[in-house]
């Protein structure tokens, strides 16, 4: 039985009270995810930083502006998929994840796909790829690639972060979204073919003139419940 909004609630509100790793002592607040029950999408990132530990949610600085901004440009509305990190407070000066820590809050990252059970993660950065997919290989090789485990796809992609840092990494990570979306066209066919309706929202408009037609949406009709929403702001 899926989870309801309640419980991924009670989730978060443990991890805002969570103590169990030195991080609770230099964090301002506790980052546990942004996103609907609902989603079928997740994205798993490294840890929240500045602006993440201040708002208390997650992809909401220059990285989280890029990362919408991609999502958007293959027809994804941000608002249907459930972002979170790999650790949940954020590490001194963002400084990577030490492995301690890792093993202390992973734990809540399992618990959160378990309540949501996505179809697919897209695994933002190195410790995002190495937490879920341990020794399916680096991020360098892996980046783009359709990793299927059971019913759910894994697939790896450079952190937005890395992009605005590196800019010949950019030009890769549109790239791979795109890629992305040729998935998610792939796996909405069967899903269809299953059960009916449309599960991954619409590809964006090949043309202006489509846009202007209104022929091709750009939002997903799906897991977009505002109401729920309202209650992770
Ligand atoms: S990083 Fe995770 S384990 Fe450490 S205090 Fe924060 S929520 Fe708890």
Known sequence: M??????LLELHGRIRAC?????????????PGYGPVSARIMAVGEAPGE??????????????????????SVGLNRRDIYITNVLKCRPPG??????????ACSHFLDEQIAMLRPQVILLLGRHALARLLPGAGS???LHG???RRGDRVYVPLYHPAAALYNGSLMETLRDDMARVRRYLDEDEL????????????????????????GSAPTASPVASDGNQMDLFE
């Open 2 to 7: 899926p989870a309801t909004t309640e419980e």
């Open 94 to 103: 963002n400084r990577d994840p030490e492995q301690a820590e890792v093993d």
């Open 19 to 31: 103590t169990v790793c030195p991080l609770h002592l230099t964090r301002t607040q506790a980052v």
């Open 139 to 141: 991020i360098t090789r």
């Open 51 to 72: 602006t993440e530990d201040r708002e208390g949610k997650p992809f909401v600085g220059a990285a989280g502006r890029l990362l919408t901004q991609l999502l958007e």
């Open 145 to 147: 690639e359709r990793v």
């Open 190 to 213: 069967k899903v269809s073919l299953a059960t009916g309706p449309a599960a991954f929202g619409s590809p964006p408009p090949s043309s202006p003139e489509l846009a202007r037609a």
